[in-house]
């Protein structure tokens, strides 16, 4: 995503240092393992994932979170017209645990239904299963984040039947994180600082130059015509950190959720995020720097 991509394309990790590659993966649950198998060194997660590894055994933590809310909407059948209507029918994720999946299930409560009761969630695939299971019918719905649907190419018709923004509260998760393991903190904890430096000029670009980031962005989507960018940067620039801590409360939801899974796990929410480098670039007057003080 962007909060990653545009700090490649401007030269942030150049400028502290780093030669970084930027891969994309399409799924948080697949983003955790590649972290956890060492492929990737610091990448990006969602609280969802990290919280379901580690009470599995992985040894994950947030050092960053640069969107700490939910922000997805349901895209339904053009048929489906309330609630009632989605009652017995399916819904389709990328993979149990992942952020779709966790959207999935807000949204449906956000409307009065009971997941996996009143509608079923399948495991489908990326955006593209997604999209083509929708286009036979197969699925009635599949969460989207706000103007992905326009990305899809031709698609059945259809319509927005609950938007994360509608609901009475916003939904806090640790959604656009930086996420590595505790023992290449230890071990390079200088790197990924810099590297988090790195992300939080990107931050600060991406919220205060709305053109450049747009053509960085269509620059990795194929087909982001107009439209999709107006609709991703509003919903994404207002909810970037100016200081990109992560949220607890958020993260104690997913831990809550990970633990019914593993309920003997002794994990805690202290265990999933390590805020020093933050406050250190806080202290040091980092941010500051970057975004202006009193910004």
Known sequence: NAVWNVPKEMGFYRKYGLNADVVYIGSTTI?????????????????SGVALAAVRGADLVSVACFINALVYELVVQDSVKSAED????????????????VAARELLKGLGLKPMEDVTILQIGGASDRAAAFGRGAIAGFPSPPGNVRLTGKLAPYRILVNMADLPKPYALPFICAVTTKSYLAKKRDAVKRTVKALIEGAHYFKSNKQGTQKIISKYLRGANQAYLEDSYRATAKLMERAPYTTREGMKIQLDQALKQSPGSKVTVDDLIDDSIIRELEKEGFIDSVFGKGS
Do not use: E, Y
């Open 31 to 47: 983003s955790v393992a590649a972290i956890v198998a060492g492929d990737v060194q610091v990448g990006n997660a969602a609280g």
């Open 86 to 101: 989605l009652r017995g029918k399916s819904i389709g994720i990328s993979r149990f645990g992942s952020v779709s999946d």
